[in-house]
């Protein structure tokens, strides 16, 4: 099973910017989505962005028009640019990938956006 690993995470100021990043153990991103989601405190865990392996992107309404998903598929790795961060994004960020049956997620990084 793939291992992946997030980094990037930390306090913000509403409006403020972070990148995050998943690096993956092999070239899974050239086969399957590498997709985000994230889990607030006494929340369940949401789902925040996708990119497929040709690049193909899609978002969550709550986040479309501040995040962006990127990948550097000869890198084995992800990012996701959080940009005009609310309060409402405080959050751990997750990495996910595979298949349906099989998902490998990574540990997560904690996103604090506030003043």
């Known amino acids: 099973q793939v291992h992946l690993v997030e980094s990037g995470g930390g306090q913000v100021e509403p409006g403020g910017s972070l990148t995050l990043s998943c690096s993956a153990s092999?070239?899974?991103?050239?086969?399957?989505?590498m997709n985000w989601y994230r889990q607030a405190p006494g929340k369940q865990r949401e789902f925040v962005a996708t990119?497929?392996?040709?690049?193909?992107?899609n978002y969550a309404d709550s986040v479309k028009g501040r995040f962006a998903t990127s990948r550097d598929a000869g890198a084995n790795t992800g990012y996701l640019q959080m940009n005009d961060l609310k309060p409402e994004d405080t959050a751990i960020y997750y990495c996910?990938?595979?298949?349906?049956?099989?998902?490998?997620w990574g540990q997560g990084t904690q996103v604090t956006v506030s003043s």
């Open positions: 092999t070239d899974i991103f050239n086969i399957y989505n």
């Open positions: 990119i497929s392996r040709r690049g193909i992107t």
């Open positions: 996910n990938t595979g298949s349906s049956g099989s998902p490998s």
